[in-house]
Nanobody
Framework: DVQLVESGGGSVQPGGSLRLSCTGS???????VEWFRQVDGHTCELASR???????YYTDSFKGRFTISQDNAKNTVFLQVDNLKPEDTAVYYC????????????????????WGQGTQVTVS
């Protein structure tokens, strides 16, 4: 099965850190991978993107505290979040720009592709 699994979320106090993971199974990440977060079940924000050559992009409001990285051996993309704030509370999702063959696609965050179940981050 082609699947995407996000993990690493949790409940933390302000100032804490989390490392979110996005692991693909049944396929290999060959395109850019993006991390989004969704607040209140519908409002999405693009946090960051990592390209196949390792270059990265951050939306302005995510610069400084968020760090995206990739471990090709583990087929996993990470999002390190430091100095967490209450406004970071959201469900975090990842998605590859190119949908792998055989993936079950669904609409999400203004796109249509493969998405995992998300990982909840709660800061309070």
């Amino acid at each position: 099965d082609v699947q995407l699994v996000e993990s690493g979320g949790g409940s933390v106090q302000p100032g804490g850190s989390l490392r979110l993971s996005c692991t693909g199974s049944g396929f290999i990440f060959v395109s850019a991978v993006e991390w989004f977060r969704q607040v209140d079940g519908h409002t999405c924000e693009l946090a960051s993107r990592i390209n196949p050559d390792g270059t990265t992009y951050y939306t302005d409001s995510f610069k400084g505290r968020f760090t995206i990285s990739q471990d090709n051996a583990k087929n996993t993309v990470f999002l390190q979040v430091d100095n967490l704030k209450p406004e970071d509370t959201a469900v975090y999702y990842c998605t590859p720009k190119d949908t792998p063959a055989g993936a079950r696609m669904r609409p999400m965050c203004g796109g249509f592709g493969i998405w995992g179940q998300g990982t909840q981050v709660t800061v309070s």
